[in-house]
């Protein structure tokens, strides 16, 4: 798995779990390198990621 931010494979999975309406599985993901979070879905041949939030977020 590779961060979709960095592109580092230096990647943790943080906690999975299921989407039976959907059909995926969804597994969340912190980079240790930037410390970037995502999900990453799979299902029915399918696979992707989305990312959860900025890689920083400036307050105010
Ligand atoms: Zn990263």
Partial sequence: ???PYCGAE???AVK???MPKM???VTHYRCKHCGGL???YVGK???FVLRVRPRRIQGG
């Fill in 10 to 12: 230096n990647v943790e």
């Fill in 38 to 40: 995502f999900n990453h």
């Fill in 23 to 25: 059909g995926y599985r």
């Fill in 45 to 47: 041949g399918r696979e």
């Fill in 16 to 18: 999975r779990w299921e």
């Fill in 1 to 3: 798995m590779k961060c």
